[in-house]
């Protein structure tokens, strides 16, 4: 998605979602990713990253059929404060997974996570013409579970001591919406 058609490519009320660019990967990004309250429910809290890796990986997504990644930009001060991924995407099942990391501290609690999923999961179903997306969450994540059920995710199921977290096996809280329910 190397285009100017992109620059605001999904607009909400308080965010737009817009490509990661190489520019995004910078210090504060390479901050979020090395911050483990930030990414302490993501797989990739066990790596401390360099600014090359970073910058690998969203090299490394660009143009990827199976994926969609993007910056989510406050409106009011045009700043990158998180990532939102669709990933995963089965073309055959019409169903992908969403991702998402608020990384600017100052923004949790504003709601910012809820309208990313909400705005990319209308972008699944209407212009990638998924049935379903999904999503997992370990269960004391409580923050996402909340975005994901205010986006209209509904829980599907909880997989028993699925991922070890923390010194202890935990449980993970699967989610899923499906095209035509609010």
Request: overall charge neutral.
């Amino acid at each position: 998605m190397n285009n100017a058609v992109y620059e605001h490519f999904i607009e909400g009320e308080q965010i737009y979602l817009r490509e990661v660019r190489r520019e995004d990967v910078n210090e504060n990004y390479y901050k979020w990713m090395n911050d483990h309250e930030i990414t302490r429910y993501t797989e990739s809290r066990y790596y401390p990253y360099s600014m090359e890796q970073l910058q690998a990986f969203v090299t490394s997504l660009d143009g990827k059929r199976n994926d969609v990644f993007l910056a989510i930009i406050e409106k009011a001060t045009d700043k990158h404060v998180g990532n939102i991924k669709l990933g995963d995407i089965n073309w055959i099942h019409r169903r992908g997974d969403i991702g998402v990391i608020i990384g600017e501290k100052s923004c949790w609690g504003k709601g910012y996570a809820s309208e990313a999923i909400a705005l990319l999961s209308s972008y699944a179903f209407s212009k990638l013409n998924l049935y379903k997306v999904c999503s997992g969450c370990y269960a004391n994540n409580i923050g996402s579970i909340k975005a994901f059920k205010k986006a209209g995710f509904a829980e599907e199921a909880v997989l028993k001591r699925h991922y070890y977290y923390a010194g202890e096996y935990i449980d993970v809280v699967l989610l899923g919406k499906f095209n035509g329910e609010a």
